[in-house]
């Protein structure tokens, strides 16, 4: 059966939603036409199709009501799409992992300043229990039976932990060539994990035909977008408020749906109007893995649109041949003065062990690509190495062992003797 844009907007059960759930939120609009739309389960505007996302009245927020927060994202709770008594609802509570200075790194590459946000310390070991926290607020106040995702992998692990702390059904859809790891990760806490046989975008085609087709499913990156993605717009104000309340120079950001990149943008734009941080240029980066870059093929062949492409590369967490933000971060790339690269799986390879030796943080293949697209911005001299620079670590690399697996193991194999070592001349 073919499901239109209008059919997959439509109201399920009707639900009575209580008076603040949706915080300062004050309705859902259009990024293409500027329509505008009640809050609820929409994510497709229904003039022209265009995607929706959540504007705000906000009200007057210091920097010390922040700071006297949660520490984790609830501490953002009045510039998000959720209620005022989050904290009271079971969640993961992920948010507010380290900023690192990362000296080592930038002595390498040939940066004056840099940091690295870790993201891989959250509760599932990705950026995705950020914005699975906010999909999850609105999918109970939507009275929602089962939360779901179609997921490159990481999603579905937050998804699967979130669900089963709140008491929510789980179903999560994934591509069957999934890494192992991140299969385990889902399965560990959901029943309901789901192998599809082809790569994401079909996984995803299939998510939108159930989310039209049947009641009270949220499926967080689909039909509960415009909430969901705003939980990436915490990875910006974290980074600007660890850094004293300010903005970085520039920053790089992997790009898979590109949903990420567009927040952490929308959430530095916010804190200038809020008066929290003071205004100035910061370029954004895009970093995609060249087996699935048709973000990068755009901006280097200075296209408006995006090219779909079938995927094929180690990088599977970046694994989006359409992706749904792709304009957006082409826009935002170019009017900061950004640029939008990738590299090579054996250079993602490479930077997972760099960072690694480096500043000892593990990286999976998301964070090796941001990491070795910085490499390779500063190499070709389009990025500039005098300006302070946060590079974005998205998830673990314990996710992603096999990527590494061939690049790294024992120097030696040695008796257990005092000899056998002073002969190994190991240093
Ligand atoms: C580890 C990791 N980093 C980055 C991304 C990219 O996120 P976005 O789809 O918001 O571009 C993903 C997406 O799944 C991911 O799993």
Redesign the pocket.
């Known amino acids: 059966m073919t499901i239109t844009a209008q059919d997959s907007t439509q109201t399920p059960a009707a639900h009575s939603i209580r008076d603040g759930a949706f915080g300062h939120a004050t309705g859902l609009s259009c990024r293409e036409c500027g329509a505008t739309q009640e809050l609820g389960p929409h994510y497709v505007c229904s003039d022209c199709f265009g995607p929706l996302e959540i504007s705000y009245d906000f009200p007057a927020v210091t920097r010390e009501q922040i700071e006297a927060g949660p520490s984790n994202i609830w501490r953002y709770k009045a510039l998000l799409p959720v209620p005022d008594d989050i904290e009271t609802s079971p969640n993961l509570e992920p948010g507010f992992t380290r900023l690192l200075r990362a000296d080592n790194l930038a002595a390498e590459l040939g940066l004056t300043k840099l940091w690295v946000k870790d993201?891989s310390t959250n509760p599932t070991n990705?950026?995705?229990d950020r914005?699975v926290a906010c999909a999850l607020s609105a999918a109970r106040e939507l009275g929602s039976r089962v939360f779901a995702c179609p997921?490159?992998?990481?999603?579905a692990n937050a998804v699967a932990a979130a669900g089963a702390r709140a008491g929510i059904k789980t179903v999560v859809f994934i591509p069957s060539n999934l890494e192992t790891p991140k299969q385990v990760n889902s399965a560990v806490y959901t029943e309901n994990l789901i192998a599809v046989d082809g790569n994401y975008d079909d996984v995803n085609k299939l998510a939108s035909e159930i989310a039209g087709e049947q009641d009270g499913w949220a499926f967080v990156?689909v039909n509960v977008r415009p909430f969901y993605?705003e939980g990436?717009k915490t990875l910006g104000y974290e980074i600007a408020e660890q850094l004293g309340w300010r903005l970085p120079d520039q920053i790089v950001?992997?790009?898979?749906?590109?949903?990420?990149?567009?927040?952490v943008h929308k959430a530095f734009r916010e804190l200038v109007a809020l008066g929290l941080v003071e205004d100035k240029p910061v370029k954004i980066y895009g970093a995609q893995a060249t087996g699935c870059s048709p973000v990068s093929e755009a901006f280097r062949q200075g296209w408006d649109a995006i090219k779909p492409v079938r995927p094929d590369t180690i990088a599977k967490?970046?694994a989006?041949g359409n992706?749904?933000?792709g304009i957006y971060?082409l826009d935002i790339c170019r009017e900061t003065g950004g640029a939008v690269a990738d590299i090579s799986d054996d250079e993602v390879r490479d930077a997972i062990v760099l960072l690694a030796r480096t500043e000892g943080i593990f990286t999976?293949?998301?964070?090796g690509t941001?990491v070795g697209v910085l490499k390779k911005l500063v190499e070709t001299g389009v990025l500039d190495p005098e300006l302070e620079t946060v590079v974005?670590n998205?998830?673990h690399g314990l996710k992603t062992l096999d990527a590494v697996t061939s690049l790294v193991g024992p120097a030696a194999t040695i008796a257990p003797t005092y000899q056998a070592f002073v002969d190994a001349d190991i240093v």
Not at 364 to 367: M, Q, R, S
């Open positions: 993201d990705s950026f995705k914005v997921s490159t992998g990481n999603l990156n993605a990436s950001i992997p790009v898979a749906s590109g949903s990420q990149l567009t927040k967490s970046l989006i992706p749904a933000d971060v999976e293949t998301a964070g941001t974005i998205t998830g």
